[in-house]
């Protein structure tokens, strides 16, 4: 597109919108009409992509995710489009600044945290590698609320996205699909053999809306088609007549409750049965929609995992196995072994956490009630799972219990997926070994490789050329803008390890993003930050196993070492953005904790020059690209063995940022690209974790053992933090803490003690920083899902 025809095409927007000429339009109605001509153009482009697929036959994926955390869209399809820069111009003809542009489009924030970034981000890669592929979600009214911080305390207020972020939207009405749920199921015998018929269900409408996925360069867009829900039963007039107004319309309010509001929680929480609903309204209206389309491309379904593969993000997608199989049977006429051979081939999974309460059970009274169809297809699958380990793995027939698809009056969902699905896989390399070697062992010995890794990756385009051009402009100066399309080529900066002005103009750019970083701070929370001081950044939910409570707990120590013992540190500054599940009182207590720490010691006159803490509210997609661009130091600290991946890492790498961490998940990875020498390790090693769980975690006895330690944790039942009482978080961790924080607490100082020595030395960190930099290309999310594409779902890119 030519600024020409930009210029035309916005112009157009704006008459055919508001009937009005674009000099005569308000701010809104431009931002508007931008968004109205990039979905214009990305539909076009859509369309004629999907006919190219169609002739070539392309194998599709389908990727099913209850998360797409896509966060802001407009920039990231003017970069993607290259046509950022003439946007910019025919808008300020018009008097318009584009960035301002930028700050009006919320957070499309249908995600809690990494596993629906991590959607997001495959999505935009599958698209720029030109792999036919399609996202199915929902269409959350809410997405993840907006945090506010009063008296440090979390509050939730909803997010209405929709209103500036819904012209992304085409509405296809036209594609909805009808989804049954309740009643009960009966069992007819006819000349045919056995039936099965579903009565007396209720009815819930999918309407699809897609969303446009660009891909930097690529010849394809791909979509994102989220689901609303819409209720189908008729408005009941006779109540209405017998002038029960409110219970008249109590159908309407059931139904499209379904897709309301996003459940703001990442961990399992107690199975609710509007949980249960979401999932299979999603899953239900998206196999139907695949099928239809295949059939009627290729009149058949035999051949359908020849040319779809449906991944299931985590087991929120799980019922995609009983409900493939009965759209096989029950509306497509397949037996049961045609139906599971076509399911498990078409079906794979990926699993994103080995903790054991966040594996999703259902219990069978609440499954059995509102998909009895379903359930019976899910006993029918444990049936014979269990029939077939018992005949064919008689060494296995003891673990049998602990494998099934059924047990303990629950559904488990992990069982489920592992189960039938042709591939699994884990999200970094210590992740994966431990499925296979803890987790799912007894499925790995009997399906001996279908378990793999993906190490998980990250957009480098958004997290790095889009959101800190500054140093996307260094480095295409130095090694020129090869690595936009292939993240290795980062690694050519390893000449300029040793160059002293590369260098200081590194350090120059991270300056200017820290100098952005504070404004913000300043004006979102009304704190000054010394931009001279060390940015240290740990932002992320807020879990127990994350333990921001170890890093809160080393500023406490610090702050007391300042003042009682007179140490000396460079200025640092401790920054943390964290949203805490809504009903998860022990996050909500840390955050209440930060929050103290920072009050007393921001405004503590004796301090005040070399420490600061700032808990920045509401952390979002938005809020992170103006963090990770700033971040010096980057905090990944949780206990080893409980953190699958990690992205944050990754963003926070590619950006110069040193890691502070635990040997888990991706921060192996990152230890091997970078070396020891590159980052600051500490605390336990799994095994080390699993040999003392083993033997007795006794935090009392370090408490007892550690004078240091002791006098610190004392003052806290003391004096409470500025006169705020946690006497309950002290008990804790000298209590039952499952993740071992005093444990790793005085390795942790250590770490951090090297941290304040290498900075004083800016040549070295420098140095350190650049090589993160370029070892970082191993995590671009194109990597990961070239890896899928080769290794599991075997697609070829469009020709
Ligand atoms: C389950 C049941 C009921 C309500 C909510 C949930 C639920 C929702 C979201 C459970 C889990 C999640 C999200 C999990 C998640 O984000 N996991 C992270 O996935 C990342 C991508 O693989 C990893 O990098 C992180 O290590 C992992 O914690």
Request: proline fraction near 3%; glycine fraction near 6%; charged fraction near 25%.
């Amino acid at each position: 597109m030519t600024q020409k025809e930009i210029k035309e095409k916005i112009r157009n927007a704006v008459t055919e919108k508001f009937a009005c000429e674009a000099e005569d339009a308000t701010i809104r109605q431009i931002y508007e009409s931008v968004i109205s001509m990039v979905v214009q153009e990305l539909s076009k482009r859509s369309s004629s992509a999907s006919k190219e697929i169609a002739h070539q036959e392309c194998k599709k994926v389908y990727y099913m995710s209850m998360e797409f955390l896509i966060g802001r869209s407009l920039k990231n399809n003017l970069y993607n489009l290259g046509i950022e820069e003439k946007v910019r111009a025919v808008l300020q003809d018009l008097n318009v600044d584009l960035e301002q542009l930028y700050e009006m489009e919320p957070d499309a924030g249908l995600g809690n945290g990494g596993l629906g970034r991590l959607a997001a981000c495959y999505l935009d890669s599958l698209t720029a590698c030109n792999y036919p592929a399609t996202g199915f979600s929902i269409r959350y009214e809410f997405g993840i609320f907006r945090q506010v911080i009063i008296d440090g305390w979390q509050m939730e207020f909803p997010d209405n996205w929709l209103e500036m972020g819904g012209g992304w939207l085409i509405p296809r009405p036209d594609e909805a699909q009808e989804i049954h749920f309740d009643g009960q199921v009966e069992e007819l015998w006819s000349s045919e053999g056995l039936k099965t018929i579903h009565k007396n269900y209720y009815k819930v409408l999918a309407v699809p809306y897609d969303l446009m996925i660009s891909g930097y360069d690529s010849k394809i867009v791909n979509k994102l088609r989220l689901w609303g829900a819409k209720s189908l039963e008729n408005f009941d007039m006779s109540l209405f007549s017998r002038g029960e107004y409110l219970k008249s319309c109590e159908g309407d309010a059931k139904a499209e409750a379904i897709s309301r509001v996003l459940y703001p929680a990442d961990d399992h929480e107690e199975g609710k049965v509007l949980r249960l609903r979401q999932q299979y309204f999603f899953v239900s209206a998206s196999l139907q929609n695949i099928l239809q389309d295949h059939l009627k491309k290729y009149g058949t379904l035999d051949n359908l995992a020849e040319k779809v593969v449906v991944h299931i993000n985590d087991t929120h997608p799980a019922l995609c196995v009983p409900e493939l199989m009965r759209l096989l049977m029950d509306d497509h006429g397949y037996s049961w072994d045609a139906a599971w051979k076509i399911t498990c081939a078409t079906l794979a999974y990926t699993n994103h956490t080995v903790m054991s309460e966040a594996l999703e059970k259902w219990s069978i009274d609440l499954f059995s009630r509102h998909l009895p169809r379903i359930y019976t297809i899910v006993q029918e699958i444990n049936r014979r799972f269990c029939e077939n380990v018992y005949n064919n793995h008689p060494e296995k027939r003891g673990a049998i219990d602990k494998m099934a698809v059924i047990g303990e009056g629950m559904v488990r969902m992990a069982n489920l997926c592992v189960a039938c699905c042709f591939s699994v896989n884990g999200v970094s390399a210590l992740h994966s070994e431990i499925l296979k070697e803890d987790l799912f062992r007894d499925y790995h010995d009997i399906f001996p490789g279908k378990l793999t890794n993906v190490t998980n990756g990250i957009v480098h385009r958004r997290w790095l050329c889009e959101s800190n051009p500054l140093l996307s402009d260094l480095i295409t100066e130095l090694i020129g803008d090869g690595f936009v399309t292939n993240g290795a080529e980062l690694e050519k900066l390893l000449k300029f390890k040793n160059d002293a002005s590369v260098l200081n103009r590194l350090a120059e750019i991270k300056h200017e993003n820290k100098l952005r970083l504070s404004r913000y701070i300043e004006h979102s929370c009304g704190i000054k930050v010394n931009p001279r001081s060390i940015f240290d950044v740990q932002a992320k939910r807020l879990h127990e196993y994350k333990r921001q409570l170890l890093c809160a707990l080393h500023i406490y120590d610090l702050y007391r070492r300042i003042k009682n013992e007179g140490l000396r540190i460079h200025p640092h500054t401790f920054i943390f953005g964290a949203k805490a599940s809504a009903g998860y009182v022990m996050a909500k207590e840390i955050i209440r904790f930060i929050c103290a720490l920072g009050d007393m010691i921001n405004n503590d006159p004796a301090v005040s020059d070399q420490l600061k803490i700032v808990f920045l509210a509401d952390y979002k997609v938005s809020l992170a690209e103006i963090l990770m661009p700033a971040a010096e130091v980057s905090e990944q600290i949780s206990l080893a063995g409980k953190e699958a991946s990690g992205t944050g890492n990754m963003k926070f790498m590619i950006n110069g940022a040193l890691t502070v961490g635990t040997l888990d998940g991706a921060n192996v990875e990152i230890h091997e690209q970078v070396g020891g020498e590159n980052m600051f390790l500490f605390g336990l090693t799994t095994p080390e974790v699993n040999r003392w769980k083993a033997d007795g975690y006794h935090p009392d006895q370090l408490y007892r053992n550690d004078p240091h330690l002791r006098d610190l944790l004392d003052s806290i039942l003391k004096n409470g933090i500025g006169g705020k009482n946690f006497e309950s978080i002290v008990r804790y961790l000298i209590g039952p803490d499952p993740y071992m924080v005093l444990a790793d607490f005085n390795a942790y100082k250590n770490a951090h003690t090297k941290i304040n020595d290498v900075y004083g030395d800016p040549l070295k960190w420098n140095e350190m920083s650049l090589v993160n930099i370029a070892k970082a290309g191993i995590f671009a999310s194109d990597r990961a899902v070239r890896e899928y594409a080769e290794n599991i779902w075997h697609l070829s890119t469009v020709q």
